[in-house]
């Protein structure tokens, strides 16, 4: 049997299907679909700890987090203690975010060269100080996301996990595969069981889930107990419901339709708009939107036209236009 709810501290997930923290995407317009779709909980992009600190507009403006999207965990990224105790002071003031999440996996050369993301599980030593300090500064519980390791030689998985849950971190993420492959190969899901059996802190596995029988067969054979979906939620958030009741039932529920999909797709721009203005969220909607029709007919085409448009009009009559030719008048 599996078990689909989840307690990170304090914090109650209704279901253990969770969206990875993805720069550039897990903005509240996103965190709201994927929460509406089912997501048990949704991960923010990752913050610069700098930025907070030196109050950079567009940092602080990352911290908006919206009623709907609870819960959410906020994600910092940084290496100086001193600029992380301080960022996490003002998340913990100036955000409701119900979980502060610290980065130790971005395997990014601009944030792993200065000691943070990756870098900071090579020493687990030190990312268990970082911990401790944040946990001292926050009301909340506090998690750490890292990577099977830095390379091949140097997996160290379970040994950053055990120092950062001594430190007080309340559950770890680990995404299967080490910094060097960054996104190559396979996700390795037995370190991820390795994890799972050395500490007593929750488990959240990551890497590869692409729909319901790769999150099964990940609880299964790592025994961990939730799940993180990254780019298998691009264009499709959809997927946290399908994996979720899948879960809960053995049923498998319908994908969504052409037209569902650009319904979805528009309320997306929609919901960026609010947030970010006509401006930015419609260039930040086009590689959504060519996403959200991947694998339809015409995609290509349509991909290349959305990537020219200009206006929220513009986005809208090219979807409802390619509705028309595609589906409508088919059917
Ligand atoms: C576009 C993109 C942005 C990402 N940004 C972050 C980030 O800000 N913080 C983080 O911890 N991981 C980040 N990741 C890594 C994902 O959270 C996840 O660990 C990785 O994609 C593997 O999961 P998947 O196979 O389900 O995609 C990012 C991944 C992608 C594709």
């Not at 910092?76 to 975010?97: F, H, I, K, P, Y």
């Not at 091949?152 to 492959?181: C, F, I, M, S, Y």
């Not at 396979?186 to 994890?195: E, G, K, L, N, P």
């Not at 339809?296 to 085409?301: E, H, N, Q, R, T």
Request: include cysteine; hydrophobic fraction near 45%.
């Amino acid at each position: 049997m599996i078990q689909t709810d989840l307690q990170i501290g304090d914090v109650h997930l209704e279901n253990n299907v969770i969206l990875a923290p993805m720069a550039g995407v897990c903005n509240p317009a996103f965190r709201i679909l994927a929460k509406e779709m089912g997501a048990g909980m949704v991960c923010a992009e990752m913050v610069a700890t700098k930025g907070i600190v030196n109050d950079n507009a567009k940092s602080l403006r990352m911290l908006h987090i919206l009623p709907d999207e609870h819960p959410v965990s906020l994600q910092l990224v940084g290496s100086d203690l001193d600029s992380m105790v301080r960022a996490a002071e003002t998340v913990g003031r100036a955000t409701n975010a119900d979980i502060i999440d610290i980065n130790m996996g971005c395997p990014v050369l601009k944030i792993y060269k200065n000691g943070s993301g990756a870098a900071l599980a090579r020493d687990p030593e030190y990312a268990a100080r970082i911990v401790r300090a944040v946990v001292n500064t926050v009301d909340r519980p506090v998690t750490v996301k890292f990577r099977k390791g830095w390379d091949d030689d140097h997996v160290n998985a379970v040994e950053v996990a055990l120092a950062v849950q001594e430190a007080g971190a309340k559950a770890v993420a680990v995404h299967g595969r080490t910094a060097k492959q960054r996104y190559s190969g396979r996700a390795d899901w037995s370190i991820i069981r390795r994890v799972k059996e050395a500490v007593r802190i929750p488990v959240i596995g990551n890497g590869d889930v692409t729909g319901p029988d790769e999150a099964l067969a990940l609880l299964e054979q790592t025994g961990c107990d939730g799940v993180m979906i990254g780019r298998a939620a691009l264009g499709n958030p959809w997927i946290f419901r399908e994996v979720s009741h899948y879960l809960k039932t053995g049923r498998r529920l319908p994908g969504p339709d052409a037209e569902e999909r650009i319904r979805v797709c528009l309320r997306h721009m929609e919901l960026l708009i609010e947030e970010k203005g006509e401006w930015i969220g419609v260039r930040e909607m086009r590689k959504h939107a060519g996403w959200y029709v991947k694998g339809l007919p015409g995609a290509a085409v349509m991909r290349e036209r959305l990537n020219a448009a200009e206006t929220k009009d513009e986005v809208r009559g090219l979807l409802e236009g390619y509705l028309e030719q595609w589906f409508r008048r088919a059917g």
